[in-house]
């Protein structure tokens, strides 16, 4: 069983930053890619940002330029910043990975970041 913790979340007003942690239970190198997925109350979860194994990043349309998702390989960590936040970045955000492209996902289970003046 894949553990996924995330740590990092907390209230910012908008125009701030914030770097949100996750720590898997195994190596980060054993999963194919790992992420970042968000929802925010009444919405569909959306993707965020993903890194793979060999180190390709992608992210959502709605956070690209200001976000992005990195890892430490000696940490055996994956992060995401987040910087020029926007009070729709409210949401819980969960770190996720994959052993494969077409397996099913693992998913932690979140911490809450509330971007609000």
């Known amino acids: 069983q894949v553990q996924l913790v995330e740590s990092g979340g907390g209230l910012v007003q908008p125009g701030g930053s914030l770097r949100l942690s996750c720590a898997p239970s195994g190596s980060i190198f054993s999963f194919y890619a790992m992420g970042w997925s968000r929802q925010a109350p009444g919405k569909q979860r959306e993707l965020v940002a993903t890194?793979?194994?060999?180190?390709?990043?992608s992210y959502g349309d709605s956070v690209k330029g200001r976000f992005t998702i990195s890892r430490d390989n000696d940490k055996n960590m994956v992060y995401l910043q987040m910087n020029s936040l926007k009070p729709e970045d409210t949401a819980v955000y969960h770190c996720?990975?994959?052993?494969?492209?077409?397996?099913?996902?693992?998913w932690g289970q979140g911490t809450q970041v509330t971007v609000s003046s």
């Open positions: 996720n990975s994959r052993y494969d492209p077409l397996g099913s996902p693992y």
């Open positions: 890194i793979t194994r060999g180190g390709f990043t």
